[in-house]
C-alpha cells in the first residue's frame, strides 16, 4: 500500500507499473484521478491551494484503506494526494485499488475517493476574480458517504 502527500505532479503509468509490481494474481485495477477544474459553482476558477494537516493526513489515509481491505478484496492501493498551490488541469488526486476482481477494485476505489472528498483532513481554496475562497464539502458528497456507513 503506498499513501503519498505530495507537492510535485505523479506519473499515473509509472504508479501503476509499481502498484502491479509483483502481484500475479491481480484481475483488475480501477483508477480515479481528479483535476483541478475551471469553474465551481458558477465561478471561473483560476487556480486551487490545498492544505492538510501532516502526520494525521497520513494516519486517516491508512485507516481508510484499512477499512477498504476489510470490506473488499484489495490486494494492493496507492492513494497519491497533492498539496500546495496548482493551476487548472493539474493533477490533484489518484486512487488505484487493485484486486482479484473488477467489483472489488471499483467499490473500493469509490469508497476511498467518497472518503477523500468529505473526511479527509485536507482544506481547498479556490482562487478566483473575486478573491479566494474556501471550499465546503457538498451535502452530496456527504449524502454519498453514508451509503458506506455499517449500519447497527
Keep these: 500500500m503506498k499513501i503519498s502527500i505530495q507537492t510535485e505532479d505523479f506519473d499515473v503509468s509509472q504508479e501503476l507499473k509499481i502498484l502491479s509490481a509483483n502481484h500475479s494474481q491481480i484481475g483488475g485495477i480501477n483508477i480515479f484521478v481528479g483535476t483541478v477544474r475551471d469553474n465551481h459553482q458558477g465561478d471561473a476558477i483560476s487556480a ?3 492544505e492538510h494537516y501532516p502526520g494525521m493526513t497520513e ?3 491508512e485507516d481508510i484503506l484499512e477499512q477498504a481491505k476489510k470490506r473488499w478484496d484489495v ?8 498539496v500546495g498551490d496548482l493551476k487548472v488541469g493539474d493533477q490533484i488526486v489518484l486512487v488505484a485499488i487493485a484486486s482479484t476482481h473488477r467489483g472489488d477494485a471499483f467499490a473500493a476505489c469509490e469508497f476511498v475517493m467518497d472518503y477523500l ?3 479527509a483532513p485536507f482544506w481547498k481554496k479556490e482562487h ?5 475562497r474556501w471550499v465546503d464539502a457538498r451535502t452530496s458528497d456527504d449524502e454519498r458517504l453514508k451509503k458506506w456507513q455499517v449500519k447497527d
Excluded at 75 to 82: E, F, G, K, Q, S
Excluded at 128 to 132: C, E, K, L, P
Aim: aromatic residues 0%; proline residues 0%; without cysteine.
Design 48 to 50: 486551487m491551494s490545498l
Design 59 to 61: 494516519k486517516s489515509l
Design 117 to 119: 472528498k468529505t473526511s
Design 128 to 132: 478566483t476574480a473575486d478573491g479566494a
Design 75 to 82: 490486494l494492493n492501493a496507492t492513494v497519491i494526494h497533492r
